[in-house]
C-alpha cells in the first residue's frame, strides 16, 4: 500500500550577520507542549497521535505504508537522520524504519529493521522495489519490544546506518530522488517514536549583495490588500499602479476547496494608498485555483494559472494567457509548451519584457533537485519551445521558486532553498550573461532585511525597480509585503515609455498594434496591444540602444518614433503619444523615423524600415496617391539652399519609393524650404522638429 500523507518544510538555525548559513533539517519532539502538526494522519486503517511524548504509528492491515515530511538536504554533504523506535503490538517479523531522499513511495531509499532483530536496506526505482541489503540478522538490534534508536550518518560520499549506536550497514552514498523523508512501517503493527530529527550543518558562506543593509524597512501592506487568509503570488504591475494576489477562501465562488481567487488593487496617488482589493471576476475566476503569473509591461495582458475550457471551467494544469478588451478580460487560451509536463504540483511562471523568453519551475526528469528552473523561447506559431534546464548555477539540490525577471531583461529574482542563506527559502538575484539564458551569474542573497528564518519567495518589482513586493509568513498565514530597495538590488535601468494612441483626425483614443525594434533593423523585438478603452500602452526598453517603435491599424498609416537609450544612466520615465492618421484624402504623417546624412538628401540606412511601411501601404491601397514634402529649419543659409535642400530630401524619398515599385505618377515630390514649420521657437529640439518629411494623401 502506497500513501504520501503530508509534506512541509522547517529550516533551524540563523545567523544575522550574514556569515555561514543556517542549518538544514528538523526536530520532531512530539512533545505535549508542541502543536501536532507534522506526521498527523487519520484514515481509519493508518492513524498517527502524540501519545506521552511519542509519536504512535498504528497500522491495521498487511503492507507498508508511509508518512513523509519535508527537509531541504543536500545529499552531496555531510548529513544524518535519527530517530528511535519501540514496537508497541503486532508479531515479531513486523518492520519498521526511516525512508529518505525520496519523491514519495514511487521514487525513495528504505531502512528498515524487525522486532525479531534483522534489517534491510532497498529502495522504490519508478515504483518498484529494487532491493539493496537482503535482510540480515544483527546483534545491533534489541528485540523483545525495546527501544532502537535507528541513526544514518551520511559522511565522506558513505552512508552509514547505525542501530543503538553501533554502526550496522555500510553503503556508498546514493543521489537523493528528492527531499521527502519520514517513516515507513509494515503491518499490522503499532510503533511508537520518541523523536526524529535531521540535521546538515552548513559550511557555506552567504554570498550577499552589495549594501544590503541599505535596504528600507521592511512594511505589510494594510487591511485593504492583508487579511486573516493567505495572501500569494502578488505581481506589480510596470508603472506599480496595480497589485494582483491570490487570495485564498474570500471567494468570488464561494469554493469549496479554498482554492484561491484573483484580486486586483489600485495604487491612488493623491493620497498614496492601496485600494481595497477587488475580485477580478469572471471569466478568469471560477471554482479552481485562479492566479496570476505574469503581467506585460502595458498591464493589457495576463499569464494565469491552468488551463479552461469553452466555459471558462477548470480543464487541465498548465499555463493561459488572457488580454484586455472593452469588456474586461478576454477567455483564457491555453499556453501550449512543447513536450510540457511537470512532476510537482506547483509551479511558476514568467515572461521577459518583450514576451519572447519563459521562465517556468517545473519537476523535470532531468530535474536537479525538486524542483528547477527552465527556460522556454516562443516559436513564430505562438507556441513555446521544449523547456531547457537553465544550469546549476541557479538550479541546486533543493526547490527553486517564484522566478521573476527585471523589466531589464537581464536581471533575475528567484527563492531557494538550495544556497546558502538565513533560513527556509530565501529570495536571491542573479544576472543573464548571454542570449542561451543558461548562463547566469552566481546567485546573491539579497540579505537579512529581505530574508527571514521563514519562507521567503513570490518577489515582484515594478520597472523602476525602487520597491519591492514579496510574501512573508505572518505565523499561520502569508501576507504581502513592500520593501524600498537599494540600487545594487534593482535592474538594470530602463526607459518606460508611456503614453495614449489616438486617431489624429478625431483626436479619439484608439486600439492598436505596436512593435518596436532596434532603430535600422526589421528584427521585431516585441509587440503589444493598446488599451481598446483609454488606447494606454506602455513599453519597456532597456539602455544601450536606439529604439524604434511603431504604431499600426488596419486603413491607417503606421505612425514611428524613436528613442536613443545609449547612454541612459538612470530609469526614467517618457510620455509619447501616438497619433494614427486615417487613409484619407487631405491627412497628413511626419515622417519620425526618417534620417539623412547631415546636410545632404542622403538618406541613411536605419531609415528603412519606416519607409517600407510606407511601401506596403502603397501597394495594398493601389488608388492611394500622396504628395511627399520636404521642410528645413530657421537658419543662417540662403533660402534658395533651403529650398533646394528640402526638394531634394523629397525627391529622395520619392526615388525610394519607385525603386520599391510604386509608380511615380502616384507620387509628388516637393520642397517648401523653411517656409512651413509645425512649432514656433528657436531651440534646438523645437528646430529639429520642423525640420522634416512629411506625407500628405491627395487621392484615395
Known amino acids: 500500500m502506497k500513501k504520501l500523507l503530508t509534506l512541509a518544510t522547517l529550516l533551524l538555525g540563523f545567523n544575522s550577520f ?11 519532539q512530539f512533545n505535549a507542549n508542541e502543536p501536532f502538526i507534522r506526521f498527523k494522519w487519520d484514515d481509519g486503517t493508518f492513524k498517527t497521535k502524540q501519545v506521552n511524548g511519542n509519536l504512535e ?31 508497541e503490538s503486532g508479531n515479531d517479523d513486523r518492520s519498521f524504519g526511516i525512508l529518505f531522499g525520496a519523491t514519495g513511495i514511487d521514487n525513495a531509499y528504505v531502512f528498515k529493521i524487525s522486532g525479531n532483530g534483522m534489517y534491510t536496506f532497498f529502495k522504490y526505482e519508478k515504483d ?29 560520499s558513505v552512508f552509514n546506518f547505525y542501530v543503538n549506536g553501533a554502526l550496522t550497514y555500510t553503503h556508498a552514498a546514493l543521489p537523493f530522488y528528492g527531499l521527502v523523508h519520514g517513516y515507513l512501517v509494515a503491518g499490522p503493527i503499532t510503533v511508537a517514536s520518541d523523536y526524529y530529527i535531521i540535521n546538515q550543518k552548513q559550511t557555506d558562506r552567504i554570498n550577499l549583495i552589495e549594501n544590503s543593509n541599505n535596504f528600507g524597512q521592511k512594511v505589510k501592506l494594510g487591511p485593504a490588500i492583508n487579511t486573516e487568509d493567505d495572501e500569494l503570488c502578488p505581481v506589480i504591475s510596470y508603472d506599480e499602479r496595480t497589485l494582483y494576489i491570490a487570495r485564498k477562501k474570500a471567494s468570488y465562488y464561494e469554493n469549496l476547496k479554498n482554492d484561491d481567487d484573483i484580486w486586483y488593487s489600485n495604487f491612488n496617488h493623491k493620497d498614496s494608498t492601496w485600494g481595497v482589493m477587488k475580485n477580478i471576476g469572471k471569466p478568469l475566476n471560477n471554482k479552481s485555483n485562479n492566479f496570476v503569473q505574469y503581467v506585460s509591461p502595458d498591464n493589457n495582458s495576463l499569464i494565469v494559472g491552468n488551463h479552461y475550457n469553452s466555459l471558462g471551467e477548470y480543464k487541465s494544469a498548465g499555463y493561459s494567457i488572457t488580454h484586455r478588451n472593452s469588456h474586461g478580460w478576454s477567455m483564457p487560451k491555453e499556453v501550449v509548451i512543447k513536450n510540457y509536463y511537470n512532476k510537482s504540483n506547483y509551479n511558476e511562471i514568467c515572461l521577459s519584457p518583450n514576451g519572447k523568453v519563459m521562465l517556468l519551475t517545473a519537476q523535470r526528469d532531468e530535474t536537479q533537485g525538486f524542483k528547477d528552473i527552465y527556460v522556454s523561447f516562443l516559436n513564430a506559431d505562438s507556441t513555446w519551445s521544449e523547456p531547457k534546464n537553465i544550469g546549476n548555477s541557479v538550479n541546486t539540490f533543493a526547490s527553486e521558486t517564484s522566478p521573476f525577471i527585471g523589466s531589464d531583461g537581464v536581471t533575475m529574482y528567484f527563492s531557494s532553498a538550495g544556497h546558502s542563506g538565513y533560513g527556509s527559502n530565501d529570495i536571491f538575484m542573479t544576472k543573464r550573461l548571454d542570449e542561451t539564458w543558461t548562463n547566469w551569474s552566481k546567485p546573491k542573497n539579497l540579505g537579512p532585511k529581505i530574508n527571514s528564518k521563514k519562507w521567503d519567495a513570490y518577489y515582484t518589482i515594478p520597472a523602476s525597480g525602487k520597491t519591492a513586493y514579496l510574501v512573508q509568513e505572518d505565523g499561520t498565514n502569508n501576507n504581502v509585503y513592500t520593501i524600498k530597495q537599494p540600487e545594487s538590488a534593482r535592474p538594470d535601468p530602463i526607459v518606460l515609455v508611456k503614453g495614449k494612441v489616438f486617431n489624429s483626425e478625431t483626436k479619439e483614443h484608439m486600439q492598436a498594434n505596436i512593435s518596436y525594434s532596434e532603430l535600422g533593423s526589421k528584427t521585431i523585438l516585441g509587440h503589444l496591444n493598446s488599451d481598446p478603452k483609454t488606447g494606454e500602452f506602455m513599453l519597456a526598453l532597456p539602455k544601450g540602444k536606439k529604439y524604434s517603435f511603431t504604431a499600426n491599424k488596419l486603413h491607417f498609416l503606421a505612425v514611428h518614433q524613436n528613442i536613443d537609450l545609449t547612454n ?13 492618421t486615417p487613409i484619407k484624402k487631405g491627412e497628413k504623417l511626419v515622417l519620425n523615423n526618417l534620417f539623412f546624412k547631415a546636410n545632404t538628401a542622403d538618406i541613411l540606412p536605419e531609415s528603412h524600415e ?32 533651403n529650398m533646394n535642400l528640402s526638394t531634394n530630401r523629397a525627391n529622395s524619398v520619392k526615388k525610394y519609393f519607385v525603386d520599391a515599385g510604386i509608380s511615380e505618377t502616384r507620387i509628388t515630390a516637393i520642397g517648401y524650404g523653411n517656409t512651413k514649420p509645425i512649432f514656433a521657437g528657436m531651440d534646438e529640439p523645437t528646430l529639429a522638429k520642423n525640420r522634416r518629411v512629411e506625407l500628405e494623401i491627395l487621392e484615395h
Open 610 to 641: 519606416e519607409l517600407d511601411k510606407i511601401v506596403e501601404i502603397l501597394k495594398l491601397n493601389r488608388s492611394l496617391k500622396i504628395e511627399v514634402s520636404g521642410h528645413t529649419s530657421k537658419n543662417n543659409s540662403k533660402p534658395e539652399w
Open 568 to 580: 541612459l544612466k538612470t530609469y526614467e520615465e517618457k510620455e509619447i503619444d501616438l497619433y494614427l
Open 128 to 156: 518498484k522495489y529494487v532491493e539493496i541489503k537482503a535482510w540480515t540478522s544483527s546483534p545491533n538490534i534489541l528485540t523483545d519490544k525495546k527501544t532502537n534508536v535507528v541513526e544514518l550518518k551520511s559522511e565522506k
Open 57 to 87: 504509528l498504528s497500522y491495521s492491515k498487511d503492507g507498508s505504508i508511509f508518512i513523509s515530511d519535508w527537509a531541504d538536504i543536500n545529499w552531496q554533504k555531510p548529513f544524518n537522520i535519527k530517530t528511535a523506535f519501540k514496537q
Open 18 to 28: 550574514a556569515q555561514l548559513g543556517a542549518d538544514y533539517g528538523f526536530n520532531c
